[in-house]
């Protein structure tokens, strides 16, 4: 598959009737068409693999998205959906070009229900704003993926995103009651509803994580959450990783189950000191984050058990954070961490590993031991508390055998992952990113049981093609064995 | 509930075994089957065709791997519920999803019945629970989902898809599930009130409450008096909002004032509590009012939580008892002894369910299978129904699996 970047010639792959059409059904003011306007929608938050879609519209209703869609099987055109594009996968590459089906201006919040703890809200809501619409209401939106103040709530039912808080609170399949879909055909299906226990098969369970595979959200139904009543926040200080996952350990096989828990290396507070001064100890080898939440009764004896476990596995300070204020600087430094990566080097790649959580200790004693086998230098950041790992490699992508050299790294670390019984992604998803690893994880009995499931929703393959599932034998997955990862890094 | 005469009951021994009974019956003999566990939930759904052969799961249960520190478990599907319960209590762990009939039902059964009690409210469902599993599809196929950590998005996550299939997909062989540590103790507040119309005010108000109960309980006198031998209190009170609490003891005793205070301005005066044992028979009794017996006809309904109260005033002009997890709007309730023929039957169902759809919810009986057809067990139809038969197709193609269990004709 040949990746295209901007200014090369390219084929149209939209006729002018299908155009006129679609111009149509959302407006000109609704599409864009010219190839500089198409250049911000050829990847996503995984850069390296590019390509453009052949029009970029952005429907307001949910009849529009059907129209569409309906067009492009008529023609046999293949379609893609976005939201605010922050996938660190390609879940929204648009393979084969054909039309992307921008979300974005379908950001609206039809519904808020406190005694029924619902909310309904159109997919390209962004998630932060709609925890900020509850403020003050005593409820919000758990899950708060670290790219909340970008990504949309219909991403997030794609992707099934995580964040920080999962640990206590799960992840977004376990805060939808439902969604408002339009099907490949075009077909527009309501699953689940605004009650729990719908009859019948969880067909909303089942399509959280489906990756624009299976069709296009709508509008989604969301869990509301009560607001905690009291916060203990603490950053444990360790004079080596070994000591701080194996204090992870611990507070887990304590049977605590912290609202959150989260490690930075050296490294990762090296870069955070120097962006944002937050009066990090510079020498440290690596500190915890580490928040309880609950009733004031209950927060001050939790908070005591773990800074008696960080004691004993070795911290060298806990230090507390003793007002809101000091809570939310503490946060604000981890959830800006990858915006601090740019001090460090031009490019980072980053996993999203998983293992169980008692193997922490082992998995970043191996992260190191690779990072020095290939010469790359990773950080790390990442949810501890649920063993969802995030090694940082980082290196200079003009470099040709920096980068052959991180791909090793990468590969090795997942294959660690997958080899100590967890997974190759925790929350970023396999999007196209990591096709190839599927067929490490799963069997081909697997793939081929997940294969029916998609065919049977998505028979023709032009909903989000070539996404996920490995595709036997075709033209098209070359191109995921990476001849190239990595980002360029924020500054 | 009567299944009529069920065939000599295969019970493979190992996964393998299953694989391989289900590859040769689709080669061969090609019955239909159903898989079983603890027989606990057979009334449920359709009826199930008479010569559908029972595939009894319940030689698969052992435990594959429990790495008590990591909070997880891997087991077989047909281990009693009872047994992992005590396993999971020797490391000061649970579920944390009650589980009727702890004795006979199966994990796999529990899991495909898509079954919970009164904490479903604090600790949610199976399908918050159940973090990977294995599965033998109607050719004898094993496929996998999920993992063994808790934090997962490879692939499709076929668990969600099995959780409540009532073994219409594929037989569920094993199971690894996410646990939580037991809390120190356990307590209910409840508040005996004499008027169902008192406790919407409550409820109303336990929506901004400063405490965080893990069960909302709303049952009528006449369910109390089933729960009798688990409740410890005689009285006439017309109703019942029991308020479950867990944590350390100083925690639920600080929630039972605290809620008491909150609930006192709206005109509850009684208040009675009771935690450790004394609460413990209550929660096996609220769990337990959910299992139906064949010779009453009973039904769950799902409703808004806001529409609870209605919904069981007009459950109570009929003359119903009912127990309900009122802030998840799920209601289980009996038709009154006197209802002995299925038009009588139906004139409660068919109005009931009518209130509960137009509370965004639905309504299934259980009922002898001769009345079936007429009170209508899935009853729905709408686009969402038609993705669902387009799944079982695609997975049980030759309609194998629990045929018509579901859906009537598929």
Redesign the interface.
């Known amino acids: 598959m040949t990746t295209t970047h901007a200014g090369t010639a390219k084929k149209p792959g939209i006729s002018r009737e299908v155009l006129t059409r679609l111009v149509e059904i959302v407006g000109k003011s609704g599409i864009l068409s010219a190839r500089e306007e198409l250049l911000v929608y050829e990847c996503d938050g995984f850069t390296i693999e590019k390509n453009s879609p052949d029009v970029v519209v952005f429907p307001t209703t949910t009849e529009q998205v059907a129209d569409i869609v309906k067009l492009c099987n008529r023609h046999e055109i293949p379609f893609v959906p976005r939201g605010a594009g922050t996938s660190l996968a390609g879940g929204c590459l648009p393979i084969g070009g054909g039309v992307m089906i921008a979300l974005t201006r379908m950001k609206q919040i039809l519904e808020v ?5 619902y909310a309904i809200v159109e997919p390209g809501l962004v998630n932060l704003h709609l925890t900020n619409h509850l403020k003050g209401t ?1 409820f919000h939106y758990a899950p708060d993926p670290s790219s909340q103040g970008a990504c949309t709530i219909g991403g997030n039912f794609a ?2 995103s ?1 964040g920080p808080h ?2 206590k609170y ?2 977004t ?2 805060h939808v009651l439902g969604a408002e879909l339009v ?1 490949p055909d075009g ?5 689940g ?14 399509f ?3 990756e624009g595979t299976f069709g296009i959200c709508t509008k989604v139904i969301v869990r509301l959450t ?1 607001d905690p ?1 009291a916060y203990r926040t603490m950053l444990g200080i360790f004079n080596s990783v070994a000591d701080a996952t194996q204090t992870i ?1 611990n507070i ?2 304590a ?3 912290p609202a959150a828990l989260e490690l930075m290396d050296q490294g990762i507070v090296e870069a955070v000191e120097a962006a944002f001064h937050f009066g990090f100890p510079l020498d440290a080898a690596a500190v915890l984050l580490i928040e309880v939440d ?2 004031e ?2 927060v001050d ?1 939790e908070a005591r058990k773990i800074i008696s476990i960080c004691e004993q596995t070795g911290a060298r300070e806990v230090r507390s954070a003793n007002s809101p204020k000091e809570r939310l600087l503490l946060w604000k430094c981890r959830k800006q961490a990858f915006g601090a990566i740019g001090r460090l080097s031009p490019s980072y790649c980053t996993q999203d590993g ?5 193997k922490l200790p082992e998995i970043l004693e191996f992260i190191t031991a690779t990072g020095t086998q290939h010469g790359i230098r990773i950080v790390n950041v990442f ?1 501890a508390g ?3 790992i995030h090694p940082i490699l980082l290196f200079d992508e003009r470099d040709a055998d920096q980068v052959r050299r991180v791909l090793l790294a990468s590969d090795a670390i997942l294959e660690k992952c997958i080899e100590m ?10 999007g196209v990113e ?1 096709i190839s ?2 067929s490490k ?3 081909q ?2 793939l ?3 294969a ?6 998505n028979p023709t393959g032009l909903c989000s093609p070539k996404k ?1 599932l490995p595709t036997a034998g075709a033209c098209g997955t070359e191109h995921v064995e990476r001849t190239s990862p990595g980002r360029r890094a924020a500054m | 509930m009567s299944i009529t005469s069920p065939q000599r009951v295969p019970q493979p021994a190992t996964q393998s075994d299953l694989c391989d009974w289900l590859r040769a019956n689709a080669t061969v003999e090609r019955h239909a089957v159903v898989p079983v566990g603890g027989g606990t939930a057979l009334h449920s759904g359709n009826t199930l065709f008479s010569d559908c052969v029972h595939l009894d799961t319940t030689a698969l249960r052992r435990v594959i791997d429990y ?6 478990i891997t087991v077989e599907a047909g281990i009693r519920i009872a047994e992992l319960t005590a396993l999971l209590a020797s490391e ?2 649970r579920l944390g999803i009650d589980i009727p009939q702890p004795a006979l039902a199966t994990l796999g059964g529990a899991l495909a019945s ?1 079954v919970s009690g009164p904490r479903r409210f604090g600790c ?2 199976m ?2 629970a159940v973090i990977g599993l294995s599965a033998v ?1 109607a050719g004898g ?5 999920g ?15 099995l ?3 009532q073994g219409t ?1 594929a037989v569920v062989s094993q199971v690894t599930l996410k646990l ?3 809390p120190e103790t356990s307590g209910f507040l409840c508040v005996p009130l004499n008027s169902l119309g008192a406790a919407e005010s409550l409820l ?1 108000r336990l ?2 409450t ?3 109960p893990v069960a909302v309980e709303l049952f009528n006198g006449s369910a109390a008096a089933e729960l009798s031998t688990n409740w410890p209190h005689s009285s006439t009170a017309r109703c019942w909002l029991c308020l479950g609490f867990e ?2 003891e ?2 639920v005793l ?2 039972f004032q605290a809620v008491s205070d909150e609930l006192r301005t709206l005109a509850a005066s009684e208040f009675i509590t009771a935690i450790g044992d004394d609460a413990t028979r209550l929660w096996a009794g609220l769990t337990e009012f959910q299992v139906v017996s064949p010779q009453i006809p009973a039904f ?1 309904a ?5 529409r609870v109260v209605a919904f069981l005033e007009q459950a109570e002009r009929l003359g119903c008892s009912f127990a309900s997890h009122a802030a ?3 209601v289980f309730g009996r038709l009154p002894n006197s209802t002995k023929t299925v038009d009588a039957a139906a004139a409660m169902i068919h109005p009931l369910r009518a209130c509960a759809v137009a ?4 309504l ?1 009986p259980f009922c002898d299978d001769a009345w079936k057809m007429s009170l209508g067990v ?1 009853a ?1 139809s ?7 038969r ?2 079982k ?3 049980d193609p030759a309609g194998l699996l629990s045929p018509g269990r ?1 859906f009537g004709d598929i």
């Not at chain 1, 229900?113 to 703890?117: I, P, Q, S």
């Not at chain 2, 993992?147 to 898809?161: E, I, P, S």
């Not at chain 2, 509370?359 to 639905?362: D, I, K, R, T």
């Open positions: 229900n406190l005694r029924d703890r005593g992707t099934n995580g999962t640990l799960g992840v399949v376990n099907m077909r527009i299906v309501t699953l509803g605004t009650c729990e226990d719908t009859p019948g098969y969880d067909l909303t369970g089942l959280v994580g489906n009560r009543v350990s887990i096989g049977g605590i189950v609950g009733l009764v209950a004896d998983v293992v169980p959580r008692t949810h649920d063993g969802n019984g967890g997974s190759v992604t925790g929350e970023h998803g396999i990591k690893l599927m994880l799963f069997t009995a697997d081929d049981v997940m029916l499931v998609r065919d049977g929703f996920m | 790495p008590a520190r990591d909070m997880t000061n762990q898509n949610g469902t399908r918050d599809d196929r094993m496929f996998k989902s993992g063994r950590v808790v934090k997962n998005v490879a692939g499709y996550d076929l668990c969600k898809m959780v409540g299939s997909l939580r540590p037991r109303d929506t901004s400063a405490t965080r944590g350390m100083r925690e600080w929630q769950k799902t409703v808004r939580p806001s998840n709007g799920i509370a965004g919810g639905s299934t899935f729905r709408s686009p969402d129904v038609e993705l669902m387009t799944l197709k695609q997975l579901i």
